[in-house]
């Protein structure tokens, strides 16, 4: 990769304030696949500097223009999108079909749809004697995560650049190598200078820069609650918006009329796609009382038909988690899991059978688990699920709404209304019913401590406008 040890700053790559290098590990292997340079707020005050000077004129330009932007990057997205799949398949570990098809996938879904929505996206409605105008807030400053590392940076640039936005983004030091793709991607679609700048670097040196800076408007944050929460306090003396995505320990209940063969085995399979490394993943499965030894062992069952292998191995299997920190931090809450009572029915500690090198982990299940145990409340983000179990429908609720995260919730059962009542008790963002398709559509955003606002087609651009009421404009 030409540019890695290089920023997108103003239309063109150039070399950092001060040159410090990172590796890049490959979790499959733990060796090296890449370094990069690693910035400092000397480098996002450029980026910054540049972001404001193109938004003078970025922000005036049409709707029409924006789209035929938006088109072309699409095609070129379209045709690196292979590129994409295994340069993100090596930087965190996703098997090669699914880096290519989700991964790098997901991407090209958001960008569609934003697309899409820009086609008829309202930027004026009148209100009697009054217009109400919907105008780009300014720069923003993107700050995204390793786990799904296209999705986050597409559901924050194309929203952006369909409302007039310009911006600065830092990708995770950890998965960067598809950012600099994508910045590649950008400039060849002549994204004019300045609109789109790439600094590369650490949360305290970068991120902290951007969160800080009084020439960025607006800050897009997805990450840990940790770290938003670092970001937040940052933003606050320069008084900027601070949109933040943030983790999650989404509840998954069987109501007792569900067929519970076909909804632990689907349950399991939600769980640990990605290795357990979504935000949104269904982690703790909630059971009736009277069936949790049933589901307990179907859910080990489904567990030990996953294989784990290294990203580029053939076949259907789960990769490594990303590093050795997430392999370290995974590990110790299985131990705790275990020394606090819950019965490991599947998986444990230590990596698969056979497999000496490499962040993988064993595809864990927890029966037995109570909720105030560690596991059923900290966020593991590994192939790890808990089962709980409750006694009635209300008390299934109650226990579900109890955490201090909100992303999302799932809920599977043989009767629609009951699913749909069910649905409307849950203090989340995002509630699933009867494992749907994925739907670029919906909103995707948490209550309480998951969050804030909301992303994804006209939710992911209203999230980038100030809204201006002209008052007397003009008669209805
Ligand atoms: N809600 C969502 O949409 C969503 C989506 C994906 C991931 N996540 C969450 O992200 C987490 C996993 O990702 P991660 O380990 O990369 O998270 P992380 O918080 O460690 O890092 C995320 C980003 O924040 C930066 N960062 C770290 N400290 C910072 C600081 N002090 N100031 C500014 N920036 C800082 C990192 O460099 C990185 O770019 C999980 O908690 C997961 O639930 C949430």
Redesign the pocket.
């Known amino acids: 990769m030409s540019h890695a040890l290089q920023f997108y700053i103003d239309g063109a790559w150039v070399d950092p304030a001060e040159l410090k290098r990172l590796a890049v590990i490959d979790p499959s292997t733990e060796e090296p696949c890449g370094e990069i340079a690693i910035g400092s707020a000397e480098d996002v005050d450029k980026a910054v500097a540049a972001a404001r000077r193109a938004f003078e004129s970025f922000s005036l330009t049409s709707r029409e223009e924006r789209l035929a932007l938006l088109r072309r990057l699409q095609t070129i997205y379209e045709r690196r999108l292979d590129e994409l799949g295994a340069v993100i398949s090596r930087e965190m570990g996703a098997p090669l079909p699914f880096a290519r098809e989700w991964q790098a996938g997901i991407g090209l879904r958001h960008l569609k749809k934003a697309i899409e929505t820009l086609e008829t996206f309202r930027f004026e409605e009148p209100r009697g004697t009054t217009m109400v105008f919907k105008e780009p807030i300014g720069v923003v400053g993107m700050?995204?995560?390793?786990?799904?590392p296209m999705n986050?940076i597409m559901a924050k640039v194309a929203p952006a650049l369909a409302t007039g936005c310009t911006m600065v983004l830092?990708?995770?030091?950890?998965a960067p190598l598809s950012a600099i793709l994508f910045a590649e991607m950008m400039d060849e679609a002549g994204v004019p200078a300045g609109v789109f700048n790439l600094v590369n670097g650490?949360?305290?040196g970068v991120?902290?820069a951007?969160?800080r800076h009084p020439g960025i408007d607006m800050v897009s944050?997805?990450?840990?609650?940790?770290?938003?929460i670092?970001?937040a306090k940052?933003a606050a003396d320069t008084i900027k918006r601070v949109h933040q995505?943030?983790?999650?320990k989404s509840a998954n209940i069987l109501l007792p009329d569900v067929d519970l063969e076909a909804a632990v085995t689907k349950g399991v399979q939600g769980c640990f796609g990605n290795s357990g490394q979504?935000?949104?993943a269904p982690t703790r499965m909630f059971v009736p009382a009277d069936r949790h030894d049933e589901a307990a062992e179907i859910a080990a069952r489904a567990a030990s038909a996953f294989k784990t292998g290294p990203a580029d191995a053939d076949g259907v299997h789960l990769g490594p988690v990303v590093s050795q920190m997430q392999y370290d931090k995974i590990q110790r809450l299985i131990e705790t899991g275990i020394a606090e009572g819950a019965s490991l029915v599947a998986g444990g500690l230590g990596r698969p059978d056979g497999m000496n090198r490499g962040y993988f982990v064993q595809p864990t299940v927890f029966a037995h688990v109570t909720p105030d145990m560690t596991i059923a409340r900290e966020?593991i983000?590994g192939p790890v699920l808990s089962i709980l179990s409750y006694e009635s429908e209300e008390d299934a609720i109650r226990l579900a709404n109890d955490t201090v995260y909100g992303?999302a919730a799932y809920i599977q059962s043989g009767d629609p209304a009951r699913a749909r009542r069910v649905a409307s008790r849950m203090r989340a963002g995002s509630v699933y019913l009867d494992y749907p398709a994925w739907d670029p559509g919906a909103p995707?955003?948490?209550y309480k401590q998951?969050?804030n606002g909301r992303?994804y087609a006209d939710f992911g651009l209203e999230e980038f406008l100030e809204i201006k009421g002209v008052v007397g404009y003009g008669a209805a």
């Open positions: 700050i995204t995560p390793w786990n799904w986050q830092k990708p995770s030091e950890i650490d949360g305290p991120g902290e951007i969160s944050f997805t990450g840990s609650t940790r770290a938003g670092l970001v940052g995505e943030l983790g999650g979504s935000c949104n966020e983000f992303l995707f955003g948490g998951s969050g992303e």
